[in-house]
């Protein structure tokens, strides 16, 4: 039996005004992990917030933290997002240029190591870290901004890492567009955790949300 998908609420699409308020409203038995994107306007042309917010978000809620860096050179900054709460940290491969060393890096902190791929970047480029990785952030959009349509051959990409994956202890992760239309699509390409940021935020009742998500994704 498969595992039931998991569900990352992505903060992007939160109110920033009101963290506090927005956080209170999750429920930590439905949101599997909460979603956080950190962008330097280098590596992606947005710019959001870094560990001092992910920290203040780390004290107003128990959800374990998975922290998306869209940085250029994000080794960086590893100690200072282990200090912020992340227990997930990915990077992504085209950002960092010894990224073996990196992940290495990360697990020694403590956290979880993730690896993230642009659309462009095929699933080969992770093919000698595969012992290093605890997940693979797929993105199914270009990263920088909520709300894009997701790229429909990312399905196919999806299913060729799960495949690549093969019995690595890697969970699979989708991140862009990830809509109740298409959330079953990627469940079954071998998606296991999927982020979600407008779909979730934009309804009356984010737990609502992520039921309905979970729910498309069973028989
Ligand atoms: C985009 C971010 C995503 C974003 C997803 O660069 O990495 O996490 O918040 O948002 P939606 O689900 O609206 O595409
Ligand atoms: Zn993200």
């Not at 128990?62 to 997930?88: C, T, W």
């Not at 902190?109 to 970047?121: D, F, I, Q």
């Not at 998606?191 to 737990?207: H, K, M």
């Amino acid at each position: 039996m498969r595992k039931p998908v998991q569900i990352a609420p992505s903060l992007l699409s939160a109110d920033f005004g009101n963290l506090e308020a927005e956080l209170a409203q999750l429920d930590p038995q439905l949101a599997d992990y909460l979603h956080i994107d950190v962008m330097d306007g280098n590596f992606v042309p947005n710019l959001t917030i870094g560990p001092l917010v992910i920290d203040a978000i780390h004290q107003r809620s128990n959800i374990p933290l998975d922290v998306h860096l869209m940085i250029e050179k994000p080794e960086r900054y590893l100690k200072d997002f282990k200090a912020s709460g992340a227990q997930l940290l990915t990077v992504h491969q085209e950002a960092c240029r010894h990224l073996q060393a990196c992940l290495r890096d990360i697990r020694a902190l403590g956290m979880k190591a993730g690896a993230s791929l642009n659309p462009s970047t095929p699933v080969e480029m992770l093919s000698q870290v595969l012992p290093d990785l605890d997940l693979i952030l797929l993105m199914t959009v270009n990263p920088g901004f909520g709300g894009q349509e997701f790229i429909p051959q990312m399905t196919d990409k999806i299913r060729a890492c799960k495949k690549m994956i093969g019995s690595y202890p890697i969970e699979l992760s989708v991140d862009g567009g990830i809509k109740r239309s298409n959330i079953r699509e990627v469940y079954e390409a071998g998606a296991d955790l999927c982020v979600s940021g407008s779909e979730i935020f934009s309804q009356p009742s984010y737990n609502e949300a992520i039921r309905q998500l979970k729910a498309a994704c069973q028989s």
